[in-house]
Structure formats: structure tokens, C-alpha cells
């Protein structure tokens, strides 16, 4: 075999290792089950009834922006699984074995895309059950679809490098939600901008995440977009990697200490 065979093997069992944890490890399996689940639950019928979002119905303009914060959510895992093994040693048993040190990071992003796709097919499933519609073409939301999972690949990368960077699982954790709440609440997900105050109005119009969630309504219900959908594009694709190199440069100094 290549070195390439064998560093695609390698990340390939890294990641299915990493998937194992998690039947192991309940506290993961509703981080991106029952949680996002709970957002949108609670968003539809609690906040549903006083937020105006004129044109559409309050749960088609809410899911594509609940589905896009579950996929920055989803990294939660990596940051927490990283920053567990380099507590516990692992990782410098990983070193000592004859495997590619590239497998490590690589099967922990992949693995999240996995999870991330099982995640996204449930919410699509209780969005539909609560009255959601697509009102666009299949191609379109396949797009949709295909976005969200590099959006969500993109902050595997972003919370790899949070991981470790953290002292333990916790901060790692603390330091997550510190990083993605302005970001996902501040901004077109939950409320239409015009409905903040001017400087926060400003803020959410130029908020990168606005721009994933209106090209995902743009996919999925036909909304106006713009460039949103290329911007879209851009972020996740720029995010991956300006993280990917801080990520692989904080692993190796991490391994060396």
C-alpha cells in the first residue's frame, strides 16, 4: 500500500473509533440528539407566537437557522473527545503506534460528519412532522443539505483547535459556547434582523452565520439570497482551512510537550 492508502486507512479507523464512544458515552449522544431537538421545540412554540417574520411561517423561517447552530454544536464533540485523549495520554499511545499522525485529527473531523448527517436527517424528520415545507427543488435542496455538512465539517476544525488549546473537557466546552452563542443568536437564525436595535441590526446583517442561514432558506424555501449562497460557500470553505493549520500546528505541539 501507499503512504496515502494507508494514512486514508488509518483515518478511517480513527474515525470509527471515534463513533464507537459514543453508544458508550450517553451525554454525547444527546448533545446532537435531544438538544437541537429541544431548541426547535421550544423556539416553534414558545417564541413562535411573538416573532413576526413576514412571508413565511415561523417554523420554515426557523429550522434552516436551528439546523445550522445544531452543525456549529455538532464540533462540541471533537473539542471534548480531543481534549480527553491528551488528558488521559492516548494520544501518545497513537504516537507510538505505526500509524499516520495525520489519522488522528482527520478520523475525529470525519467522524463528526457522520454524526452530523444523522443529526441533520432528525431534525429534518421533527421539522417535517411540525409543519415544515421545502418550497424549492430537489437539486436545491440537496445543495442545502450538502452545505450544512461542510458548514458543519468546517466547526469539526474549529473546535479541534478549542480542544486543544483546553485545559480539560470543560473549559473546552465553556470555551465553545463562549465562541458560538454571539454568533448564532446575534444574527438572522431566530428573529429577522429588522427587528433588533440599530447596532445590533448591524452586527447580525454582517454576522457570517447570517449569511449560512439565508443561503439555506434561499435553498430550502426559495428566499432571496444574493451572494449568500457563494458566501456561504466561502466562509465554510475558508473556516476549514485557516483551522485545519492552527489545528495541526497545536497538535504537534501538543504531542511534543
Do not use: C
Not at 32 to 57: E, H, N, W
Not at 140 to 147: N, P, Y
Not at 179 to 189: C, G, Y
Amino acid at each position: 500500500m501507499s503512504g496515502l492508502s494507508y494514512a486514508v486507512s488509518d483515518t478511517l479507523v480513527a474515525a470509527w473509533r471515534n463513533l464507537l464512544r459514543i453508544p458508550r458515552q450517553p451525554d454525547l449522544l444527546i448533545s446532537f440528539t435531544i438538544q437541537p431537538i429541544m431548541f426547535l421545540l421550544l423556539f416553534a412554540y414558545v417564541f413562535g407566537g411573538a416573532i413576526r417574520t413576514p412571508g413565511y411561517d415561523y417554523i420554515d423561517f426557523l429550522l434552516p437557522g436551528i439546523i445550522a447552530q445544531s452543525m456549529t454544536f455538532g464540533g462540541f464533540v471533537t473539542a471534548i473527545g480531543l481534549t480527553d485523549d491528551l488528558r488521559k495520554g492516548l494520544i501518545d499511545r497513537f504516537r507510538s503506534l505505526p500509524m499516520a499522525r495525520s489519522a488522528v485529527l482527520a478520523g475525529r473531523t470525519l467522524a463528526d460528519v457522520v454524526t452530523n448527517a444523522f443529526q441533520l436527517t432528525l431534525m429534518l424528520v421533527v421539522g417535517i412532522l411540525i409543519g415544515f415545507n421545502f418550497d424549492s427543488s430537489v437539486p436545491k435542496v440537496a445543495g442545502g443539505i450538502a452545505l450544512m455538512l461542510l458548514f458543519g465539517y468546517a466547526f469539526s476544525w474549529v473546535f479541534a483547535f478549542i480542544g486543544l488549546r483546553s485545559t480539560s473537557p470543560e473549559s473546552a466546552q465553556a470555551l465553545g459556547f463562549v465562541a458560538i452563542f454571539p454568533l448564532t443568536f446575534a444574527s438572522s437564525a431566530f428573529a429577522p434582523p429588522d427587528s433588533m436595535p440599530d447596532w445590533l441590526q448591524a452586527f447580525a446583517e454582517n454576522n457570517p452565520f447570517s449569511t449560512i442561514v439565508d443561503a439555506l432558506r434561499h435553498l430550502w424555501l426559495g428566499a432571496p439570497a444574493g451572494n449568500d449562497v457563494w458566501g456561504a460557500v466561502a466562509w465554510s470553505v475558508g473556516l476549514v482551512l485557516f483551522f485545519a493549520v492552527l489545528s495541526v500546528n497545536g497538535y504537534r505541539k501538543a504531542v511534543a510537550k
